[in-house]
T-cell receptor, first 112, second 115 residues
Framework: QKEVEQNSGPLSVPEGAIASLNCTYS??????FFWYRQYSGKSPELIMF????GDKEDGRFTAQLNKASQYVSLLIRDSQPSDSATYLC????????????FGQGTELSVKP | KAGVTQTPRYLIKTRGQQVTLSCSPI?????VSWYQQTPGQGLQFLFE???????NKGNFPGRFSGRQFSNSRSEMNVSTLELGDSALYLC??????????????FGPGTRLLVL
């Protein structure tokens, strides 16, 4: 099992729709979870972090965390073509000394 | 506040050479992490430095090394370059390593091509 798993995609949604990105992780002791967005040829930029079970909203973005299921997701409402990018889920693995481990990323394409 | 800066931005080397990459963290950030990103392997953790000490290390050969200076600036070195070292090398900084101070912010990266 990979430490942090994401569907590689591509995930294609029409403009204005909700995009749902999913991530599972293997370390049950993990407490800190991050979503980054990476445009082609650019470096990752932080979208959100979440530490507690439940939902955390920031503008059009909502992160959802379920530690019991070892699952974290990112919802993008009213998707825009400018949201087309690769979305990286990252988890701090405290059982590995606090390393930040990234998933392979999900490529999102928002069609006008 | 200025972001994370990395130099150089682009580099072309030949097999067998060595290379040194530099990273200046966000002012006040004391932790610096390095990552290698390739299309096939994704983002892979190289090492993390905090207060001039290596706090964590990924699964890379000893050809990859790093250090951190008292002003939190960091360098990474790759010796005896191989073709497979061609990648985007990313540096990220965070305030510290404790909960809620560990959010990492990335620099623009150094794109290394080994011929």
């Amino acid at each position: 099992q990979k430490e942090v798993e994401q569907n590689s995609g591509p995930l294609s949604v029409p403009e204005g729709a909700i995009a749902s990105l999913n991530c599972t992780y293997s370390d049950r002791g993990s407490q800190s979870f991050f979503w980054y967005r990476q445009y082609s040829g650019k470096s990752p930029e932080l979208i959100m972090f979440i530490y507690s079970n439940g939902d955390k909203e920031d503008g059009r973005f909502t992160a959802q965390l379920n530690k019991a299921s070892q699952y974290v997701s990112l919802l993008i409402r009213d998707s825009q073509p400018s949201d087309s990018a690769t979305y990286l889920c990252a988890v701090i693995f405290y059982n590995q000394g606090g390393k930040l481990i990234f998933g392979q990323g999900t490529e999102l394409s928002v069609k006008p | 506040k200025a972001g994370v800066t990395q130099t150089p931005r682009y580099l072309i080397k030949t097999r067998g050479q060595q290379v040194t990459l530099s990273c200046s963290p966000i002012s006040g950030h004391r932790s610096v992490s390095w990552y290698q990103q390739t299309p096939g392997q994704g983002l892979q953790f190289l090492f993390e430095y905090f207060s001039e000490t290596q706090r964590n290390k990924g699964n890379f050969p000893g050809r990859f090394s790093g250090r951190q200076f008292s002003n939190s600036r960091s360098e990474m070195n790759v010796s005896t370059l191989e073709l497979g070292d061609s990648a985007l090398y990313l540096c990220a900084s965070s305030l510290s390593a404790g909960t809620q101070q560990e959010t990492q912010y990335f620099g623009p990266g150094t794109r290394l091509l080994v011929l």
